[in-house]
């Protein structure tokens, strides 16, 4: 499809186990991003990759969280000994993004991880 | 940091034109941007206006800017039950490679 893309759309897990997020971004897009939004919320920023590096991980909230994008394409969240409060939809972005050329950010829509 | 701000609920008659407010305090703002999101879905950009522009119309849709006052407003004209969704604004910072700020989100219903 021409959008992102986002697998699973739905993830229910016991909490203490490990969970992977997947995102596919639109094709060409240099910039990935991951966004929380939990019920009643706006999205809170996770971490923003520029190719395969992580340019900015400020928002991840501890070092549970963690994130790659090894060929600069599809990225990975992956969450580690899950807790209740990790219960969210977990959200992803794309955008073609270079050095003062700046395009919107084009979301999927979304992960809901449950944890039980 | 970076702060942004929007009243929580907004109820219009069908046909009537809805705006929807946002301030923020980042002054060194170079996008500010709408996005709606329906139940279950995830954020679709309706529209975003440069930070050097005053107003943006795109068809039903006219964005407001008050840079002075950091002020940005969403005005939806002949408002329709399809437009009932929860809309957020958002800004990016003056900053090569810095993320977006979101609102909380106005939830908008519209009603028959």
């Known amino acids: 499809g021409a959008g992102v893309s986002q697998t699973p759309s739905n993830k229910v897990t016991e909490k203490g186990k490990y969970v992977e997020l997947r995102c596919d971004p639109i094709?060409?897009?240099?910039?990935l991003y991951w966004y929380r939004q939990s019920l009643g919320q706006g999205p809170e920023f996770l971490i923003y990759f520029q190719g395969t590096g992580a340019a900015d991980d400020s928002g991840l909230p501890n070092d549970r969280f963690f994130a790659v994008r090894p060929e600069g394409s599809v990225s990975t969240l992956k969450i580690q000994r899950t807790e209740r409060g990790d219960s969210a939809v977990y959200l992803c972005a794309s955008s073609f993004k270079e050095k003062g050329q700046d395009q919107p950010q084009h979301f999927g829509d979304g992960t809901r991880l449950s944890i039980l | 940091g970076e702060d942004v701000e929007q009243s929580l609920f907004l109820s219009v008659r069908e046909g009537d034109s809805s705006v929807i407010n946002c301030t923020y305090t980042d002054s060194s703002s170079t996008y500010l941007y709408w996005y709606k999101q329906e139940p279950g879905a995830g954020l679709q950009l309706l529209t975003y206006i440069f930070s050097n522009m005053d107003m943006k119309q795109d068809q039903r849709l006219t964005v407001l800017l008050n840079k002075k006052d950091k002020h940005l407003s969403l005005r939806i004209a002949d408002t329709q039950t399809g437009d009932s969704a929860i809309y957020f604004c958002?800004?990016?910072?003056?900053?090569?490679?810095?993320?977006?700020?979101f609102g909380p989100g106005t939830r908008l219903s519209v009603l028959p």
């Open positions: 958002a800004e990016t910072p003056d900053n090569y490679g810095q993320n977006f700020v």
């Open positions: 094709s060409g897009h240099t910039a």
